[in-house]
T-cell receptor, first 113, second 112 residues
Framework: SQKIEQNSEALNIQEGKTATLTCNYT??????LQWYRQDPGRGPVFLLL?????KEKRKERLKVTFDTTLKQSLFHITASQPADSATYLC????????????FGTGTQLKVEL | DAGVTQSPTHLIKTRGQQVTLRCSPK?????VSWYQQALGQGPQFIFQ???????QRGNFPDRFSGHQFPNYSSELNVNALLLGDSALYLC???????????FGPGTRLLVL
C-alpha cells in the first residue's frame, strides 16, 4: 500500500544548528513533493515544492532535496531558531496533478536555546 | 488580501448528529479541498471541489458530503456523527492547475 514516512520521534536541536528532517515514500512516483509547517491548533503553511527533475531547492534558510531513486526527501533548516519549532509535514500528490495531497504524519521539531 | 477562512472555529456535537462546516477560499482561488486531521496524524484528503462539482474523493464514507457555491466557497457536511469523526477539519484552496494549497485555520470538531 501507499505509504509516506517521517521521523515519528520529535527532533530536539540547539539554536544555531542545522535541523534535518526525513521523508520516505513507497509505491509512488510523484511529480513533486511539498513541505509544510504546522503550528499547534493551526492549519499547515506551505514552505517549499520540489519537482521530480529537481535535485535541490532553497529558500532563505530552508533547503529541500529530492532523490527519486531512494524515494526520499530531506528538509534542512540552517541556523535554526526557537521560532522554527513546529511540526513539519511532507506531502505528495499521488494523482499526478490533481492536487490530492497525501501527507506524512509529520515530525515535531523543537529548537532549544 | 484575506486568506482562507473557516467557520466555526470549534464545535461540539453528540453521536448521530449532523454538522456543517464552512470555508471561504483565498481571493482568486477556484478550487477547494477538505482534509481531516486526527490528533498526532497528518491531514487526510476527504474531497475536492472545482466548478461546483466534486472532482476527487479520498477514502471517506458517504456520510461525508460537500458543496461548492458559485462564489467558490464550500461546505463540508457530515451525517450520523461517530466518536471517530472528532478531528481538526481543514479547508485548503488553490488555483486550478497550480500545486500550492493554502490552508485555513481549521475547525476543531469534538463528538461526544
Amino acid at each position: 500500500s501507499q505509504k509516506i514516512e517521517q521521523n515519528s520521534e520529535a527532533l530536539n536541536i540547539q539554536e544555531g544548528k542545522t535541523a534535518t528532517l526525513t521523508c520516505n515514500y513507497t509505491n509512488y512516483s510523484p511529480a513533486y513533493l511539498q513541505w509544510y509547517r504546522q503550528d499547534p491548533g493551526r492549519g499547515p503553511v506551505f514552505l517549499l515544492l520540489i519537482r521530480e527533475n529537481e535535485k535541490e531547492k532553497r529558500k532563505e534558510r530552508l533547503k529541500v532535496t529530492f532523490d527519486t531513486t531512494l524515494k526520499q526527501s530531506l528538509f534542512h533548516i540552517t541556523a535554526s531558531q526557537p521560532a522554527d519549532s513546529a511540526t513539519y509535514l511532507c506531502a505528495l500528490d499521488i494523482t499526478g496533478g490533481g492536487n490530492k495531497l497525501t501527507f506524512g504524519t509529520g515530525t515535531q521539531l523543537k529548537v532549544e536555546l | 488580501d484575506a486568506g482562507v477562512t473557516q467557520s466555526p472555529t470549534h464545535l461540539i456535537k453528540t453521536r448521530g448528529q449532523q454538522v456543517t462546516l464552512r470555508c471561504s477560499p483565498k481571493s482568486g482561488h477556484d478550487t477547494v479541498s477538505w482534509y481531516q486531521q486526527a490528533l498526532g496524524q497528518g491531514p487526510q484528503f476527504i474531497f475536492q471541489y472545482y466548478e461546483e462539482e466534486e472532482r476527487q474523493r479520498g477514502n471517506f464514507p458517504d456520510r461525508f458530503s460537500g458543496h461548492q457555491f458559485p462564489n467558490y466557497s464550500s461546505e463540508l457536511n457530515v451525517n450520523a456523527l461517530l466518536l471517530g469523526d472528532s478531528a481538526l477539519y481543514l479547508c485548503a484552496s488553490s488555483l486550478a492547475g497550480k500545486e500550492t494549497q493554502y490552508f485555513g485555520p481549521g475547525t476543531r470538531l469534538l463528538v461526544l
